[in-house]
C-alpha cells in the first residue's frame, strides 16, 4: 500500500505534467486529505468518491480522497494506482474548466453514472 505521502509525491508529479492553463483560477489548488469518503448516495457503503471539485466563497480547489484510493487502490501496483490518480485529477480539472467556460456536461455524465450505479443496485437488492 502507498502512503499518504507517496501519493502526494505522486499527486505533485502528475501535476506537473499537465498544462498550467488548466489550473486557472484554481485559487486553492489540489490538496490531498486522509479520509475516505463515501457517496452520499452509496446503497451499500461501496460508492467511494476518489476526488471532489469543490467552489466556495472563498476560492475553488480540487480534493483527492487518499483513504478512498487506499480502500480501492491500496493492493494495486505503482503504474495502476498512479493511472487511476491521474483520471481522477484530470476528472476534476475538467469539472473546473467546465465551470469556467459555463458547462455542465461533465456534471451531466456524472449524474448518469450515478442513475446507472442506483439502478443496477435496486436489481440486485430485487433478487435476493
Given at each position: 500500500m502507498f502512503t499518504i505521502d507517496e501519493t502526494n509525491d505522486?499527486?505533485?508529479e502528475i501535476v506537473d505534467t499537465l498544462p498550467?492553463?488548466?489550473?486557472r483560477e484554481l485559487s486553492g489548488g489540489v490538496i490531498i486529505l486522509p479520509q475516505l469518503k463515501i457517496h452520499p448516495k452509496a446503497?451499500?457503503?461501496?460508492?467511494?468518491?476518489?476526488?471532489?471539485?469543490?467552489r466556495s466563497s472563498i476560492g475553488t480547489l480540487i480534493k483527492i480522497y487518499y483513504g478512498s484510493f487506499a480502500r480501492i487502490y491500496g493492493n494495486a501496483s505503482r503504474a495502476v494506482y498512479y493511472e487511476q490518480l491521474r483520471r481522477v485529477l484530470v476528472h476534476e480539472l475538467r469539472h473546473h474548466n467546465e465551470t469556467l467556460a459555463g458547462y455542465r456536461d461533465l456534471i451531466l455524465y456524472d449524474e448518469d453514472q450515478i442513475a446507472e450505479y442506483l439502478q443496477k443496485k435496486a436489481q440486485q437488492h430485487k433478487l435476493k
Amino acid at each position: 500500500m502507498f502512503t499518504i505521502d507517496e501519493t502526494n509525491d505522486m499527486l505533485d508529479e502528475i501535476v506537473d505534467t499537465l498544462p498550467e492553463p488548466l489550473f486557472r483560477e484554481l485559487s486553492g489548488g489540489v490538496i490531498i486529505l486522509p479520509q475516505l469518503k463515501i457517496h452520499p448516495k452509496a446503497v451499500d457503503n461501496d460508492l467511494y468518491i476518489m476526488g471532489e471539485y469543490s467552489r466556495s466563497s472563498i476560492g475553488t480547489l480540487i480534493k483527492i480522497y487518499y483513504g478512498s484510493f487506499a480502500r480501492i487502490y491500496g493492493n494495486a501496483s505503482r503504474a495502476v494506482y498512479y493511472e487511476q490518480l491521474r483520471r481522477v485529477l484530470v476528472h476534476e480539472l475538467r469539472h473546473h474548466n467546465e465551470t469556467l467556460a459555463g458547462y455542465r456536461d461533465l456534471i451531466l455524465y456524472d449524474e448518469d453514472q450515478i442513475a446507472e450505479y442506483l439502478q443496477k443496485k435496486a436489481q440486485q437488492h430485487k433478487l435476493k
